[in-house]
């Protein structure tokens, strides 16, 4: 499948704990792929031992030693990503997809802000979707003991409970309701040795903005979970604002303005859809931290009830409060 230039290249962002099998879900995806995926591999450490565990005969492998991809090396993976930009627009080497693979104790969310942070990336590249893989023996001690592992989930388009062959359905589905508690938007998938559909992970289009932006996964994958209503005390938690009916313009506005000044290092991602009052078109929104885009999408339909919703992904967030100001925000 050859791709046009003017369309911006697709990356996937691969996170998750250490051992979590990010390195066999790659190996099946590029086994099963049709298409040409280039790996940028990132281990912490002076020697990759990770990409010689990858099947190097389906993909351009880039590595990258010596430091964290979400730190140390940030620039060097944006020198990366313009080097092969430019290597498929002179037609040296031919792919239609790269995939990230982080090292287990890496943060997503500064490796996903270069790509909204750089005008010349922004335009040659389009992240598609942060999946995150979850251990399932050991995933709730990580998130018990390591930050990094809480933000890994919070930020993700896909969860992946990995090695689902060693746990029992009592402990999976402790794990998968936990997991929906942080994160309620991403969908949930249950893998044995990596093996999952291509097409359930690649064009997510998690960071897109239209009126779908709400439960992106929800659209029939397996073994999705809904948000429960139980607190498992992790320190990043999603929250859902629902409003049946329609929202304040002017008020929202503010309410969103002050939300993100206050709260902006604190909230991983954000999204919603409302109704506005006076306007036939929602209003749809997606935010990381601070950068954040709107715009108008689709009109509500006759026998659609216009109706706001804003999820909201973050860390310790004051959910009384947020919750008392977006009840200011109705119209009338
Ligand atoms: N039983 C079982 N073992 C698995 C499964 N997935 C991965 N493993 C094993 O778990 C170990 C770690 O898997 P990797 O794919 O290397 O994990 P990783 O996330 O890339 O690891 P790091 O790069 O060290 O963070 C390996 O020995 C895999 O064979 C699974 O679904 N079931």
């Given amino acids: 499948m ?39 591999e990132n281990e912490f450490g002076p020697v990759n031992i990770d990409s010689d565990l990858l099947i190097r005969e389906t993909a ?15 620039g060097d993976l944006s020198r990366h990503l313009h080097a092969l930009h430019e290597r498929k627009r002179s037609g040296e080497l031919a792919f239609e997809r790269v995939v990230i693979e ?45 930050a990094v592992a809480g933000k890994q989930v919070g930020f993700a388009d896909r969860l992946l409970i990995s090695k689902a062959d060693l746990a029992d359905a009592e402990a999976l589905d402790a794990l998968a309701e936990r997991l929906a508690s942080i994160n309620s938007e991403a969908a949930q998938y249950r893998l044995e040795h990596g093996k999952i559909g291509c097409e359930l992970l690649f064009g997510v289009r998690g960071f897109h903005l239209d009126e779908d932006i709400l439960r992106r996964g929800a659209a029939g994958p397996l073994n999705f979970r809904p948000a429960g209503t139980r607190s498992f005390g992790d320190d990043i938690a999603a929250l859902h604002l629902h409003h049946d009916g329609p929202l304040d313009l002017g008020r929202i506005s ?16 954000y999204k919603g859809v409302l109704a506005v009052a006076e306007e036939a078109r929602r209003l749809v929104f997606q935010g990381v931290h601070r950068i954040n885009g709107f715009d108008y999408g689709r009109e509500w339909g006759q026998g659609e009830a216009p109706a706001s919703d804003i999820v909201l992904i973050g860390h310790r967030l004051p959910q009384e409060e947020i919750r008392a100001g977006f009840a200011a925000c109705v119209a009338g």
């Avoid at 351009?60 to 940030?74: A, D, Q």
């Fill in 254 to 269: 503010d309410f969103m303005r002050q939300l993100v000044e206050s709260h902006g290092d604190a909230l991983l991602r």
């Fill in 60 to 74: 351009e492998l880039v590595e990258m030693t010596n430091g964290c991809l979400c730190c140390t090396i940030r």
């Fill in 2 to 40: 050859s791709q046009s230039l003017a369309t911006p290249i697709p990356v996937t962002l691969l996170t998750g704990f250490l051992g979590a099998g990010k390195t066999t879900l790659l190996n099946h995806l590029l086994a099963t792929a049709g298409e040409r995926i280039v790996v940028i």
């Fill in 102 to 146: 982080t090292t287990g104790l890496a943060d997503p969310t500064p490796i996903a802000q270069t790509f909204f942070g750089d005008p010349k990336l922004a335009d040659a590249y389009a992240l598609d979707a942060v999946i995150t893989m979850v251990d399932a023996l050991h995933g709730a001690k990580q998130l018990d003991e390591q």
